[in-house]
Structure formats: structure tokens, C-alpha cells
């Protein structure tokens, strides 16, 4: 299985240089790469093929319950997990901060609004999942996803 895993990672940087586009950060869908073994290979794949900085999806409970939020144990187990991958892409860029675990699909204007004043010193990244209208593959795909109000977010507006 490991074999297979490190043949789909090898796969994914190769189709991407494939692209001639320059490699940014490397990430993973769902975040996959928090597990210990993707994020080994991704990081040792990826740095030969000239991977500089990857996204540590650290979203810190202390500013989600300023911004109102009810925490559970998972959220401070995750943001725990999180100095795992840290500690794993040491010499790598990354950011310091994710937001928008907690309200994916959900960056309204008004969390947003409530999130800026708490945002730490250090790299923040917001997860947004914006679009103009929602289609039959964002329906199927994201039923319960805000992207009308992200985008107006993005813009400052009032849905």
C-alpha cells in the first residue's frame, strides 16, 4: 500500500510540472496530508520536485471561541496534530494559520467580519468556496455550501 501511495504522490507532482506551471505549496484534498505517512512522502516527493512551502491546516481554537464558537475536543486534538506535519516539513515555508475549517462552506460576511479583528500575528489563510451561482455539480457536490454569500463576502457586500 505504501508503494501505491508514493506512486500516486510521485503521479501527482509529476502531472503538475507537467503543466510547466511553477509549484507554489502542496496540499492535500481533505487535508490527507495531516497522516503521518502521506505527509512523509509528500514532503520528500515533493521537494524533488521543487516544493518550497506547504499548507498546514491549523486552524487555533482560541480565535474560533473569540469569534463565538462552541469547541469540542476534536478542534483542540486537530490543532495539536497540526505541529506533527509542522515538525515534518521543517525547511519548508508554510503558513502559521488556517481559517475556515470550522466554517467551510460558511465565510459569510458577518464570520468574516467577526474574524478579522482576532486574526494572530503570523501567516493567515482563509478558506473561502466562492461562485457567482450555484450549478447542478455545486449542488450535488456542496449542498449545504454558502457560495453566493463567500463571494459577497469576499466583496464586502450583504447577501
Keep these: 500500500a505504501r ?7 510521485e503521479a501527482q507532482f509529476a502531472a503538475y510540472a507537467a503543466t ?18 502521506v505527509a512523509r512522502m509528500m514532503i520528500e516527493v515533493g521537494r524533488k520536485f521543487g516544493l518550497t512551502r506547504i499548507r498546514i491546516p491549523a486552524e487555533p481554537p482560541w480565535v ?7 469547541l469540542g475536543l476534536g478542534d483542540y486534538a486537530l490543532y495539536a496534530w497540526t505541529r506533527l506535519l509542522r515538525a515534518q516539513a521543517r525547511g519548508m515555508a508554510a503558513n502559521d494559520y488556517v481559517f475556515g475549517l470550522k466554517w467551510s462552506g460558511h465565510m459569510t460576511l458577518a464570520r ?16 473561502f468556496h466562492p461562485a457567482t451561482a450555484r450549478d447542478e455539480a455545486l449542488r450535488a ?14 466583496l464586502g457586500l450583504r447577501p
Excluded: N, W
Design 3 to 9: 508503494r501505491e501511495l508514493r506512486a500516486e504522490i
Design 20 to 37: 510547466g506551471l511553477t509549484l507554489h505549496h502542496a496540499d492535500a484534498h481533505k487535508h490527507m496530508h495531516l497522516h503521518p505517512t
Design 64 to 70: 474560533m471561541k473569540l469569534c463565538g464558537e462552541k
Design 112 to 127: 468574516l467580519q467577526s474574524l478579522l479583528p482576532h486574526l494572530p500575528e503570523g501567516v493567515s489563510e482563509i478558506y
Design 141 to 154: 457536490l456542496m449542498p449545504e455550501y454558502e457560495h453566493e454569500a463567500e463571494f459577497a463576502a469576499l
